[in-house]
C-alpha cells in the first residue's frame, strides 16, 4: 500500500523574507520528521518537488540529520555531493535553505529518530 504526503514549500530565495524562510523551515522540518519516521518503519519514501533541487533536498537532508547523529553541515554536503537533477543543476543552492542547514548541530535527543 503507498501512502502520500504533501509538505507544501515554496522555494524562498529572498533572504530579506526571513518571515517566509522560517515558515518554510518549520514546514521542512515537520515533513523531515514525518519521512524519518517512515524510513524507521522501514516504509520507502520519495520526497520530491517540482525541480528536485532545493526544497526535496532541504526535506531529505534533514530527515538523514534526524536519523543520523551528524551535524547538518555533513548531510547538506552529502546531498549535494550524491543528489543529481536530470538537467545537471545544482541541489541545495538556494543560500537560505543550506545556510540554515549547515548551521544545525547534531540532532538533539527528541528530534531524532532512530
Known amino acids: 500500500?503507498?501512502?502520500?504526503?504533501?509538505?507544501?514549500?515554496?522555494?524562498?530565495?529572498?533572504?530579506?523574507?526571513?518571515?517566509e524562510l522560517e515558515a518554510e523551515w518549520r514546514t521542512a522540518m515537520e515533513g523531515s520528521a514525518i519521512v524519518a519516521r517512515e524510513?524507521?518503519?522501514g516504509r520507502r519514501v520519495l520526497v520530491t518537488c517540482m525541480q528536485g533541487r532545493n526544497r526535496s533536498a532541504l526535506v531529505a537532508a534533514l530527515a538523514m540529520w534526524r536519523r543520523g547523529g551528524f551535524p547538518g553541515w555533513y548531510?547538506?554536503?552529502l546531498v549535494k555531493a550524491r543528489r543529481r537533477v536530470a538537467d545537471g543543476s545544482p541541489v541545495?543552492?538556494?543560500?537560505?535553505?543550506a545556510g540554515?542547514?549547515?548551521?544545525?548541530p547534531p540532532p538533539a535527543e527528541g528530534e531524532r529518530v532512530e
Open 92 to 97: 541545495l543552492s538556494n543560500a537560505g535553505y
Open 39 to 41: 524510513l524507521r518503519l
Open 75 to 77: 548531510w547538506c554536503e
Open 1 to 19: 500500500m503507498s501512502k502520500f504526503i504533501l509538505i507544501a514549500l515554496t522555494n524562498c530565495t529572498n533572504p530579506a523574507r526571513e518571515a
Open 100 to 104: 540554515l542547514l549547515m548551521m544545525l
